[in-house]
């Protein structure tokens, strides 16, 4: 079982959560839960609460993996079989948000993430439908290897230019 760090979280360090956190278990503070029940903080530990919006909330566990898109979290799900020309992967995904308890899957397997081995590093994107992510993802790799493709492309252009 793990907690992620909560980007809504009041403490930008464990040093100053945890001087806040014991400050507060010392002066009888409690936490709050998702569900409504209100927990003594002397019952839990640093890393199971985050301080935001002024009080103390009890972290939700988050069991999945998380991918990030284009700077968007996503749980990935099944790999679709798809075999394309182009050697992209297709996974059909689901959006992750936060709130002050924690992480959580906002939508279930509502967008398509494209995936692309380089040996510069993995590329990602994402959209509602295959042909969305394939495109995003098009885009992605020609921003970054534009040189590249413009001068095999135009390679005979360059040489009846250069005669």
């Given at each position: 079982?793990?907690?992620?760090?909560?980007?809504?979280?009041?403490?930008?360090?464990?040093?100053?959560?945890?001087?806040?956190?014991?400050?507060?278990?010392?002066?009888?503070?409690?936490?709050?839960?998702?569900?409504?029940?209100?927990?003594?903080?002397?019952?839990?530990?640093?890393?199971?609460?985050?301080?935001?919006?002024?009080?103390?909330?009890?972290?939700?566990?988050?069991?999945?993996?998380?991918?990030?898109?284009?700077?968007?979290?996503?749980?990935?799900?099944?790999?679709?079989?798809l075999k394309e020309k182009n050697h992209f992967e297709f996974y059909r995904a689901s959006l992750v948000s936060e709130?002050?308890?924690?992480?959580?899957?906002?939508?279930?397997?509502?967008?398509?993430?494209?995936?692309?081995?380089?040996?510069?590093?993995?590329?990602?994107?994402?959209g509602p439908t295959i042909e969305q992510a394939r495109a995003f993802l098009g885009i992605k790799l020609y921003d970054?290897?534009?040189?590249?493709?413009?001068?095999?492309?135009?390679?005979?252009?360059?040489?009846?230019?250069?005669?």
């Open positions: 079982m793990s907690v992620l760090k909560n980007s809504l979280a009041t403490h930008k360090t464990i040093e100053t959560k945890c001087e806040d956190f014991y400050r507060a278990c010392d002066a009888g503070g409690v936490a709050y839960a998702s569900d409504g029940r209100v927990v003594p903080l002397a019952k839990l530990e640093p890393w199971q609460v985050e301080f935001i919006g002024g009080a103390w909330r009890v972290q939700n566990p988050f069991m999945s993996e998380i991918q990030i898109v284009r700077d968007r979290m996503f749980v990935l799900g099944e790999k679709l079989p709130n002050c308890y924690g992480k959580y899957i906002m939508s279930s397997n509502q967008y398509i993430v494209a995936k692309y081995a380089t040996d510069k590093g993995t590329y990602w994107a994402y970054e290897y534009m040189d590249l493709i413009h001068s095999v492309a135009c390679k005979n252009t360059q040489n009846k230019k250069q005669k």
